[in-house]
Nanobody
């Protein structure tokens, strides 16, 4: 079993930056691909970024490309999302997810593991 806990959300002004973290626990955590997603109440969950279990193949949604950097430190079992030049439309609850199949994450599919989310609010 893998347990995921997000942190780093908060209130930030337009143009600001945030660094989200996702701490993973469980023996299999370092061998899982991971990703970030976000959701606003009443809207569909949106894929944000993904990274392979070995730290390779970072991928980004078009909406954040050039403003976001996903990374992971398997020694710490932690994944990060650095978000810069934040916009009000980046507001939402950010979730990290993990799955043995990288393409399930890319496809915003049914992931095996989810965290409880961290709220990001970007004020205009």
């Amino acid at each position: 079993q893998v347990h995921l806990v997000e942190s780093g959300g908060g209130l930030v002004q337009t143009g600001g930056s945030l660094r989200l973290s996702c701490a993973a626990s469980g023996r299999a955590a370092s061998r899982l691909s991971m990703g970030w997603f976000r959701q606003i109440p009443g809207k569909e969950r949106e894929y944000v970024a993904a990274i392979h279990w070995d730290g390779g193949s970072p991928d980004y949604a078009h909406s954040v490309k050039g403003r976001a950097t996903i990374s992971r430190d398997n020694a710490k079992n932690t994944m990060y999302l650095q978000m810069d030049s934040l916009k009000p439309e980046d507001t939402g609850v950010y979730y990290c997810g993990a799955d043995g199949n990288y393409y399930v994450i890319l496809g915003n599919g049914k992931l095996d593991y989810w965290g409880n989310g961290t709220l990001v609010f970007v004020s205009s």
